[in-house]
């Protein structure tokens, strides 16, 4: 079993639909989750980080984690074309640097 | 945010050869990291590299395989060495962020086929 498992999509939506993006993880250590957004060819960008359990929102994005459940989510109000890309969490324990992974989930937003 | 650049972009390498690749940030850090990422897979740590130490290397990445440099703040190198298809894979360096998220910062990326 991964200890982050997310679903690769792809995932389709209209424009100006609300998206969600979820992972889920084995591993009750975690402590810290993030969001990347990766375009196709470009390395990872870091969109969104959150600390233990809560929802932290920044413009149209929306994380929450939920440690009861080991579920993190990614929410994208109004999405946009230029939203359409590849979305990974990651999560690590705070203990060390070590990131693991979700395989990323394939978002594409259609006009 | 820091800035970071990998040389090469991409490669296309017959099998046997080797290759390194050049990770440089903007500013002076004390962790990066190597990552690979295959195809429909998650992100690979493949090894941790620490300015003035010896590269800490993830289950199933060797040194002889992946040898690591990192001779100042803001450079490290990998090398993919006796290349197979079996590591054509988008090869990622990354920096430690700052403040109490540790979180991380990718480069561009480095695109490798080997035939």
């Known amino acids: 079993q991964k200890e982050v498992e997310q679903d690769p999509g792809p995932l389709s939506v209209p424009e100006g639909a609300i998206v969600s993006l979820n992972c889920t993880y084995s591993n009750s250590a975690f402590q810290y989750f993030m969001w990347y957004r990766q375009y196709s060819r470009k390395g990872p960008e870091l969109l969104m980080y959150?600390?233990?359990?809560g929802n932290k929102e920044d413009g149209r994005f929306t994380a929450q984690v939920d440690k009861s459940s080991k579920y993190i989510s990614l929410f994208i109000r109004d999405s946009q074309p230029s939203d359409s890309a590849t979305y990974l969490c990651?999560?690590?324990?705070?203990?060390?640097?070590?990131?693991?992974f979700g395989t990323g989930t394939r978002l594409q937003v259609t006009l | 945010s820091a800035v970071i650049s990998q040389k090469p972009s991409r490669d296309i390498c017959q099998r046997g050869t080797s290759l390194t690749i050049q990770c440089q940030v903007d500013?002076?850090?004390?962790?990066m990291f190597w990552y690979r990422q295959q195809p429909g897979q998650s992100l690979t740590l493949i090894a941790t590299?620490?300015?003035?130490?010896?590269?800490?290397?993830e289950s199933g990445f060797v040194i002889d395989k992946f040898p690591i440099s990192r001779p100042n703040l803001t450079f490290s190198t990998l090398t993919v060495s006796n290349m197979s298809p079996e590591d054509s894979s988008i090869y990622l360096c990354?920096?430690?962020?700052?403040?109490?998220?540790?979180?991380?910062?990718f480069g561009p990326g480095t695109r490798l086929t080997v035939l």
């Open positions: 590299a620490n300015q003035g130490s010896e590269a800490t290397y």
């Open positions: 990354s920096v430690e962020g700052t403040g109490i998220w540790d979180t991380q910062y």
């Open positions: 959150t600390y233990s359990s």
């Open positions: 500013s002076q850090v004390t962790m």
């Open positions: 990651a999560t690590h324990t705070g203990t060390a640097s070590k990131l693991t």
